[in-house]
């Protein structure tokens, strides 16, 4: 089964911090995406990827940036933490450009609050 | 911009009742998802209607695709608490970039 394993569960970080988020995945997805989960907004895409250092914007890139130096590994960066920016963050793989027939594979979340 | 609506967003039912969750979506898109998500955990892929008319069946529930109408509709049948969770749709876009998500329908079974 594809695992991607995102580093953290639980993060606490201040305003202003400059925070990483780890993302691998383990199946040689080229595909890896980024979004937020907010209750009643459901998942927003913040950024994807299709290939090693290549990325593109998604639905609310703004205040993050990403890097994807290697296959497995899609970071999700966030350059000055700011409050609003307290929410759960997925990451996601696919061995197709979209779901095709598999879907996405989930990784476990990333629960950050910003105080 | 593709939009996924889901209805209802919060869904409080009896263990034995039936019930359908929708899933509309704005432009034409002839792949949709269904996700199971539990609380603190992330989502699981339990369903993909590639086609029109296509069906999937798992337990009690039962995923269909309707691209004509641009509507999914996820049953279920003789619901059991262990159905309760938040239900994702999921669309691919046209361009093909990425999927967009319905805000999730929060489904609770009570005994």
């Known amino acids: 089964d594809v695992k991607v394993t995102q580093s953290s569960r639980y993060l606490v970080k201040r305003t202003g911090e400059k925070v990483f988020l780890e993302c691998v995945q383990d199946m040689d997805h080229e595909n890896m995406f980024w979004y937020r989960q907010d209750p009643g907004l459901g998942l927003r895409l913040i950024y994807f990827s299709y290939d090693v250092k290549m990325k593109e914007k998604g639905d609310i890139p703004e205040g993050y940036s990403v890097s994807r130096e290697k296959k497995e590994r899609f970071s999700l960066i966030l350059e000055s933490a700011s409050t609003n920016q307290t929410s759960m963050y997925l990451c996601?793989?696919?061995?197709?450009?979209?779901?095709?027939?598999?879907?996405?594979?989930f990784g476990s979340g990333t629960r950050l609050t910003v105080v | 911009e593709l939009k996924v609506e889901q209805n209802p967003l919060f869904l409080s039912m009896q263990e034995g009742k039936n019930y359908t969750i929708y899933c509309n979506y704005s432009t034409t898109s002839d792949r949709l998802y269904w996700y199971r998500q539990d609380p603190g955990k992330s989502l699981e892929s339990l369903f993909v209607l590639l086609s029109n008319g296509a069906v999937k069946q798992e337990g009690r529930l039962m995923a269909s695709l309707d691209t004509k109408a641009r509507l999914s509709t996820l049953h279920i049948t003789a619901a059991v608490h262990d159905l309760s969770a938040t239900y994702f749709c999921a669309v691919d876009t046209r361009n093909n970039n990425d999927m967009r998500f319905g805000a999730g329908t929060r489904l609770t079974v009570k005994p």
């Open positions: 996601a793989s696919s061995l197709a450009r979209t779901g095709s027939r598999y879907g996405y594979t």
